[in-house]
């Protein structure tokens, strides 16, 4: 089945600096990539959704300009949590699609950053 | 809005009990409903889908009617197993808006 690779799984980091999250396809194309955020007990949130070689939409309340997201390849979307700070301490998650939609997902196994 | 509320964990039952974690949703359209499970170190998996009322979506044991009239999608198994232990996320696809909203998730574990 479709697998997506997600690293590091976990890194520690000090405040002020930056982070780069990989998410790889390992065996299709995601035309669509989605990258959520989960904090303790809570739901996954919607980060941003990332098409292939166009500029990421982000949902209503997250800054584009500290969450960088890269989607060069049908196979590759990096997410950089830039000037990382310890309220951006969470565990980070994205999903490949094949298509546009969000029927069909293959999540990666998700990133915990803590910032110190 | 749309959202979708969970039973809150964690669940605690022994190996054979009968299973329901439930869940209820609010959506201004008519949405697709999902269960997701996670098993520890990886990534959340399909487990089974609805997309219209009264469809029953089914997978390895487990099964969820989508009940428009109460707006629900709860989770079932007649007899659990170990390896069911898990943390399992309902959520919900509106068409056209291409995204899913999830639950809080449900930590379930299975003892011997």
């Known amino acids: 089945g479709a697998v997506v690779s997600q690293h590091p799984s976990w890194v520690i980091c000090k405040s002020g600096t930056s982070v780069k999250i990989e998410c790889r396809s390992l065996?299709?194309?995601?035309?669509?990539m989605f990258w959520y955020r989960q904090f303790p007990k809570q739901s996954l949130m919607l980060m941003a959704t990332?098409?292939?070689?166009?500029?990421?939409?982000?949902e209503q309340g997250v800054e584009k300009d500290k969450f960088l997201i890269n989607h060069a390849s049908l196979t590759l979307s990096t997410l950089t949590v830039t000037s990382a700070h310890p309220e951006d301490s969470s565990f980070y998650i994205c999903?490949?699609?094949?298509?546009?939609?969000?029927?069909?997902?293959?999540f990666g196994a998700g990133s915990r950053l803590t910032v110190l | 809005g749309n959202s979708v509320t969970q039973m809150e964990g964690p669940v605690t039952l022994s190996e054979e009990a009968f299973l329901t974690i439930n869940c209820t949703y609010t959506?201004?359209?008519?949405?697709?409903l999902f269960w997701y499970v996670q098993y520890p170190g990886e990534g959340l998996q399909l487990l089974l889908k609805?997309?219209?009322?009264?469809d029953k979506g089914s997978n390895k044991g487990f099964e969820a009617t989508y009940r428009k009239e109460t707006t629900s999608f709860h989770l079932e198994k007649g007899s659990v197993q170990v390896s069911d232990s898990a943390v399992y996320f309902c959520?919900?696809?509106?068409?056209?808006?291409?995204?899913?909203?999830f639950g809080q998730g449900t930590r379930l574990t299975i003892n011997p």
């Open positions: 959520a919900l696809l509106i068409q056209g808006a291409q995204k899913l909203v």
């Open positions: 609805a997309t219209k009322a009264d």
């Open positions: 999903s490949g699609s094949k298509d546009s939609g969000a029927n069909v997902l293959t």
């Open positions: 959506a201004t359209g008519y949405p697709s």
């Open positions: 065996d299709f194309q995601a035309t669509t």
């Open positions: 990332s098409n292939e070689g166009s500029k990421a939409t982000y």
